[in-house]
């Protein structure tokens, strides 16, 4: 017996322009269970079933793995998460496109180097074949990129201290006309892109990451067109500039990621100018620390990272690590503390994590995000414990 807002397989496969083969290939594979099983077995979809299909069939356009896809689509029933989805799609479509563009360019030059010389250029052939695969990196690009956005989201809607933390270290700053500036592992842009306004209009700004894909968004942001800035895949051990480049180099929460902390400092010296500024950025132990306890008490075996940052470089122990390298070294703490009373921020936040949280969190998403309203309803307050290290070689 058929329910009423209820499609049969073939009505939903007909809707969605697929075969019924399809849907129930993609039932077997748990990527897309039916709403409604009755007692004969026949199944049955909903409207958000089509919609969660349809974003399956985008991403399986797009080049996805089924796994990546099992992953990537959490629960489209959610329509703040569909909306983030969504986004990340859009950026990643974008991304494709200018992929696209490049790999046009090289067919072309290619065949016109064949059509001119009467001979095969095996350069134009090798960038070729690097460009059409650049594809397998993507998705791994925009998700690190959309993590970083919704942790600092977190921080930019819902924090006490309104003026904001990138706003707060560009104080610090002190930036002038005509300084060469360095970011290592600028992320988003956001130290940017939130002072683009103050920015003087003749100064020179590297950014780097180490992922091309942030590297990509963030100059979509700010635009191609302002030639402030220049952008660059940067490996922090290994920064390929001139000794005595910069006036003023960042590394907002970089160096605990870093394998050789020791070695970065010294790149990073070596680069600075004398008379020149190191910022770098890290925090505590008590940083974040209701968050960890929330998922913990939803399920213990949930880590949000696998090691604490904070040992490898942090608050307590950043000037002796940072001393042996600069003469001056100076911490100034950033005061603030998160409050909110709604659920999204907070599981956003929570599943951009580097830990095991999705491999608990994904297949119970409808209880956790229940657990976490009935955890924010009356309101939920975070503590910060960030701030920066001002390093100066003399």
Known sequence: MKKDGYYSS?????LAGVSVRTIR?????NILKPSYVNENGARFYTDHDLARLQQILLLKYLGFSLDDIREMTVDTADYHMMKNSLEQQHKLIQDRIEQMQLVETAIRDTADAIEKDHELDWSQMLRLIHLTGMETSLKRQYQDSTN??????LHQKYSVNKQGWFPWIYEQADIRPGMHIL???CGNGALWTENLAKLPAQISILLSDISEGMLRDVRRTIGAKDSRFSYQTIDCANIPCEDHSFDLIFANHVLFYCDDIPQVCSEIRRVLKKDSCFICSTYGPRHMKEISKLVQDFDPHIQLAADNLYDR???ENGASILQPHFRQVTLSRYVDSIYLKEPEPLIDYILSCHGNQNQYLL???KDFRHFVQKAAKDGFTITKDAG???CRPS
């Open 388 to 390: 920066i290290f001002l």
């Open 10 to 14: 073939g009505q939903f496969a007909r």
């Open 313 to 315: 470089f942090g608050l």
């Open 25 to 29: 290939y993609y039932d077997k594979q």
């Open 148 to 153: 970083i956005t919704a942790r600092i989201n």
């Open 183 to 185: 970011e290592l592992g």
């Open 363 to 365: 297949n119970r998403y």
